[in-house]
């Protein structure tokens, strides 16, 4: 079994920045893909960005991509995404999730685990 704990959601302006960070414990994620969701109020959860087992490769939501950067260490069995240039819609509430690599990364299904989740608001 693998517990995910998300942390470092909160409040930010539009523009602003901000940094989640997802600690795995108990089995060990080293060969997992990781990636990070999120679910808006009244929407359904959508995938936001995924990593490989080395963090070789990445896979972004095209509303993402070039503002947000997944990244990992293994050895803290970590994993990050950093957030810039956020605006109203990227509030949500991000989980962070982890899957055996037996499917392509750029596959949004398949995750076995999951954390509890981190509430982040882009508001002024």
């Known amino acids: 079994q693998v517990q995910l704990e998300e942390s470092g959601g909160g409040l930010v302006q539009p523009g602003g920045s901000l940094s989640l960070s997802c600690t795995a414990s108990g089995r060990t994620i080293s060969t997992y893909v990781m990636g990070w969701f999120r679910q808006a109020p009244g929407k359904e959860r959508e995938f936001v960005a995924a990593?490989?087992?080395?963090?070789?490769?990445?896979y972004y939501a095209d509303s993402v991509k070039g503002r947000f950067t997944i990244s990992r260490t293994n050895a803290r069995s970590t994993v990050y995404l950093q957030m810039n240039s956020l605006n109203p819609e990227d509030t949500a509430v991000y989980y962070c999730?982890?899957?055996?690599?037996?499917?392509?990364?750029?596959?949004?299904?398949?995750?076995?685990?999951w954390g509890q989740g981190t509430q982040v608001t882009v508001s002024s």
């Open positions: 990593i490989n087992w080395n963090g070789g490769s990445t």
């Open positions: 999730a982890a899957r055996k690599p037996l499917l392509p990364l750029t596959t949004t299904s398949g995750y076995d685990y």
